[in-house]
């Protein structure tokens, strides 16, 4: 008996026995059409032995029994399958999760799948590679048709960003930003680690759901909000080394020496002087230093730039904590960041905290609060303006000692005494700015029904600020010490009440929305200076007797809308879309004070089609086109009326204070519309492994606000009116790939590409051109059929080479051999303004970006590129070029010196003449670049390392360099437009940029 049940149990344990001997395991995968799939992850759960399937599908692989076998492939649904037997057959399911994500649009979301705008979005963890202190310099590059310039390097300074480029001659290009549904101004207060995502609406009929404020784009920021499970803590820590990188290299002590002799005898003779006479008989101006003569090397050799710049240490700190429960879900962080600037006496820190909190009170009601406050601290002496460090960096005299050319260390007589000690200027000139930022909008979600639902949101914005600057008697040429102080308070309310309804009916998907919104915004300002300080020691206004200005000012502002959209998609083919916001504003005229802005698009999902499907190979085909009208209320809070100035009369024998008209009263004064066309096209191949989007645009925008002549019998010359027309027009091109899938590595690329051109159609009635000026002289104009704010002045054809060539050529002015050449534009033998034309624009040709994605095992590497091509750069610098008070950039080495010695042929040769301020293309640069944007590796400790303990449930490390390389045309800085960038004088820069960082970064990130 005993031997019989021996045999039945081993008889039954046999084939186990031999299963866990024999522990291969094999079989076929395939999707749901039955066709095999060739490459498909198979893994054993825990562990690191994995296989691949083959061109049949078919895998081998060895495990255990009880083990469970995962299988993921890229476009479809990963599945886990327990071992129970030694060939195991899947099926894998595609994965329609890219088609179905949500994406965010004004007032609500869509399935992606359903959009049928303009829309691109970034997803946060996209950005947090960069090594930066905001938001929006990490999206440099990362978007079609959105232009992010880089101003200058001072840390908290923002960057300057345009959606399809500009469609306003005289008011703001700037997109619209909305924050978690609240309008802001930019994206200072928020920081990257606590997005969740950027959406960037393009199209007028995306943004006409905002109305009067939607022409020039509207960026979309979603941050993080609480997901269900245990609360998640995080600490993210990054530090950045940043290094001065964009140098502007200029004369040397030789060089200068050299330079300045050749400046002055040229000068002097051009002026009627014999180059031969000394210093007796010559005026200051043409006076040269004996020591530059006899003992050269006598003199400092300092390099300023070197001196007044730094390595410095950037530090981001973020600490979170995330959760849901089944009846509240909440996202609180804090941020800190601390960022030196790489010049001396400059810095900028943030400290802010986020609060996103929903909890659910009843089961028809949810109640939520959006919180985030800062304060933001800046020390900035005035780096960027004219007259100010940095220009001085680059225009002090390589000769001056460290603390000459100031009051305490006086002024070596053979430089300018207008330059003042770059040193000097830093640290002896402060500027303190704070701003203190609230943010809070509390809603209130009620849901009538299913598929009927209220929001309610009651929000404020406070922005409260302080400027204190003051300057030391060491910088004033003997004018004494001086300050001033300024407060401004900000303050904007809005309440927004938006009706929802979405239905699934058999085949159809409806949505529909309607709304109210109430804007308010006041503005108050007080300034006060004062001079006569005793010395320096004390440095707030109290310790000055002189009041030298005083003033306060306050506006306010008004807007009140309704809103509605509807949207469908039938059998998930066939979509459309259909908005109209009614906006009334305060700030334009009483005959205009409503508009309409309408919208509609419409899509057709050509893959869903039944004669599509058997192309296995196309994922997605969308057929899309739009058309809307959105539009620019940024024209300043009483522009259409006529206000009051102040002025004097006389009365009696006394002059008393009073009123005049100050302005041509317009009560037809509305909005500048943009009315935008949009055809695209969405591709997906492979599963979506290929994602490939195309979109022509042509936006007309109408009723341009210009200054216009009137007749003077009105008491003015100008007023504004809505008279002129403007068009951009161009293409964007996304491509997505997941170029490898493989077990242990992959490989993704997101590439964009760009271009638009910039059109005037009309300006007023007689189309009448309109000049832009950059220190005093007119560089630019605007005119029908050109784009705005194109460069006029004169074109130049190298130098004067010898004496044959200079006398075979028109002069202008006073002009010898050696000097610039002027283009004789209309060939009369005469160089006058009739010969000023066209010299390009600030627009490129075409922006491109890119960034490649690499994952091994637990490590991951990214870089990405940007660039652009064409383009030009104003740099009005140029009206001090060939002076030698001052010191001058370094191509003057190629100058021209004689006919034996020409240079380069087209540096004109060192003098001080009526042609040294004299425009021309001379003064421009091309704005072409190439830029290695970023770099960064990745690590993620395996979960085998941590999972003896409990307090840490993820760990990663991360490295990373910004500003890794530039090929560029402008000192590493192409996109600089300091000193202007209005749209009448764009890419302007009078040697006053802030040196750009390259930043390396060592990151932590730890989750609890």
Avoid at 128 to 156: C, F, N, Y
Wanted: glycine share 8%; aromatic share 12%; hydrophobic share 35%.
């Amino acid at each position: 008996m005993i031997k019989r049940m021996f045999f039945i149990v081993f008889s039954c344990l046999l084939p186990l026995i031999l299963f866990s001997q024999n522990n291969t395991i094999k079989g076929l995968t395939t999707d749901e059409n039955g066709e095999p799939l060739i490459g498909v992850n198979i893994v054993v759960k825990g562990k690191t032995i994995g296989t691949v399937s083959d061109v049949q599908g078919n895998y081998i692989i060895n495990a255990q029994p009880g083990e469970i076998l995962v299988f993921s492939y890229i476009g479809y649904e990963s599945i886990e399958v327990p071992i129970t037997q030694n060939v195991i057959n899947v099926i894998l399911k595609e994965d329609v999760t890219y088609l179905d994500e949500v994406v965010a649009i004004g007032y609500g979301s869509q399935k992606r799948s359903n959009v049928t705008n303009a829309i691109s979005t970034i997803k946060g963890e996209d950005l947090i590679s960069r090594g930066t202190g905001s938001a929006d310099e990490a999206l440099i590059g990362k978007v079609a048709g959105v232009r992010v310039m880089q101003m200058d390097g001072m840390p908290g300074r923002g960057m300057d960003i345009k959606v399809r480029g500009i469609s306003s001659i005289n008011f703001s290009n700037n997109p619209l930003y909305v924050i978690d549904g609240f309008p802001v101004d930019n994206l200072r207060s928020v920081t990257t680690g606590d997005i969740e995502s950027i959406e960037v609406l393009k199209d007028a009929a995306s943004t006409a759901i905002y109305g009067s404020r939607g022409s020039q784009g509207v960026i979309l920021i979603t941050t993080k909000r609480g997901t269900k499970g245990k609360p998640v803590v995080q600490l993210n820590t990054d530090l950045i080394v940043q290094r001065p990188w964009s140098k502007i290299n200029v004369l040397n002590r030789d060089e200068w020496i050299e330079f300045a002799i050749e400046e002055r005898n040229n000068t002097y003779e051009l002026n009627g002087g014999n180059r031969n006479n000394d210093n007796s008989k010559r005026a200051a101006a043409y006076q040269i230093d004996p020591l530059w003569l006899t003992d050269p090397a006598s003199l400092p050799d300092h390099d300023w730039y070197d001196i007044t710049t730094r390595n410095a240490l950037m530090q981001k700190y973020q600490l979170s904590v995330s959760g849901a429960t089944d009846d509240v879900k909440y996202y609180i962080s804090s941020n800190w960041l601390d960022q030196p600037g790489v010049v001396l006496y400059t810095d900028f820190n943030r400290l802010s905290f986020t609060s996103n909190v929903e909890g659910s009170v009843k089961d028809f009601l949810n109640i939520g609060v959006n919180l985030n406050a800062s304060q933001e601290e800046q020390n900035d002496p005035q780096t960027s303006s004219n007259a100010a460090g940095v220009s001085r960096i680059q225009l002090t005299p390589p000769v001056i000692g460290l603390e000459q050319n100031t009051e305490n260390g006086g002024y070596y007589p053979y430089a300018g005494s207008f330059i003042i000690n770059p040193l000097a200027q830093l640290r002896d000139e402060t500027r303190f700015h704070k701003t203190r930022k609230i943010r809070a909008n509390v809603y209130a979600d009620v849901k009538f029904t299913s598929e009927f639902k209220l929001r309610s949101s009651f929000g404020a914005y406070l922005n409260n600020s302080t400027t204190q600057q003051y300057i030391m008697a060491n910088l004033t040429r003997g004018k004494g010490s001086s300050g001033f102080a300024e407060s401004t308070e900000n303050t904007n309310y809005l309440t927004e009440h938006v009706l929802s309804y979405e239905k699934l009916f058999k085949d159809i998907e409806f949505g529909a929305i309607g709304g109210f919104s109430y804007q308010e915004n006041s503005y108050y300002s007080i300034y006060a200076a004062r001079s006569g300080f005793a010395d320096d020691q004390v440095k707030t206004l109290n310790a000055g007797t002189d009041m030298t200005g005083a003033s306060s000012s306050m506006n306010k502002w008004t807007m009140m809308s309704f809103f509605t959209r509807f949207n469908v998609a039938y059998k998930n083919r066939y979509l459309g879309y259909i908005s109209l916001r009614r906006d009334g504003s305060s700030r334009f005229g009483k005959d205009s004070k409503w508009g309409y802005f309408p919208a509609v698009s419409l899509g057709w999902r050509i893959s869903e089609e039944e004669f599509m499907k058997d192309l296995t190979w196309l994922s997605n085909l969308k057929l899309k086109g739009s058309y809307g009208v959105a539009g620019n209320n940024n024209i300043g809070n009483y522009a259409p009326y006529s206000t009051l100035a102040s002025n004097n009369y006389v009365w009696g024998n006394d002059v008393v204070p009073g009123y005049s008209i100050g302005g041509y009263e317009n009560s037809h004064l509305g909005w500048e519309k943009t009315h935008t066309l949009d055809v695209g096209l969405e591709m997906g191949f492979l599963k979506n492994r290929i994602q490939f989007n195309v979109d022509y645009f042509n936006a007309r925008t109408k009723d341009l606000l210009l200054n216009l002549n009137i007749p003077q019998v009105t008491g003015f010359s100008s007023a504004m009116k809505n008279l002129g027309e403007v068009e951009n027009q161009g293409f964007e091109f996304e491509l997505t790939t997941t170029n490898v899938y493989r077990k242990n590595f992959s490989w993704t690329t997101n590439a964009n590409i760009s271009n638009y051109l910039n059109k005037v159609l009309k300006l007023g009635d007689d189309n009448a051109p309109i000049y832009g000026y950059a220190d005093g002289y007119m560089v630019t104009i605007t005119e029908v059929g050109q784009p705005i704010g194109s460069y006029y002045m004169f074109g130049t054809d190298g130098v004067f080479m010898n004496q044959e060539d200079f006398d075979s050529n028109p002069h202008y002015k006073t002009q010898k051999v050696g000097d610039t050449k002027y283009i004789d534009y209309n060939k009369d033998g005469v160089i006058d303004n009739d010969d000023k034309f066209i010299q390009g624009n600030a627009y490129p040709d075409f922006t491109y970006g890119m960034t490649n994605t690499f994952t091994y095992k637990d490590f991951n590497l990214s870089f990405s590129v940007d660039g652009q091509v064409g383009g030009k750069i104003l740099r009005s610098f140029g009206r001090q070029d060939g002076q030698s008070r001052g010191n001058v950039w370094k191509f003057w080495l190629d100058r021209w010196k004689s006919e034996e010695d020409p240079g380069n042929g087209k540096v004109p040769r060192a003098v001080v003449s009526a042609n040294m301020t004299t425009p021309s293309s001379f003064w421009l640069f091309d704005q072409t670049y190439f830029a290695l944007r970023n770099i960064s590796l990745g690590y993620t400790v395996p979960q085998s390392f941590l999972k003896n303990q409990n307090i840490i449930s993820s760990l990663n490390f991360k490295l990373s360099v910004d500003n890794v390389y530039m090929y560029d045309h402008y000192n590493h800085a192409p996109t600089t437009a300091n000193q202007s960038n209005s749209a009448i004088v764009p890419n302007n820069d009078s040697a006053t940029t802030y040196p750009i960082s390259q930043n390396y970064t060592i990151g932590i990130s730890c989750t609890f």
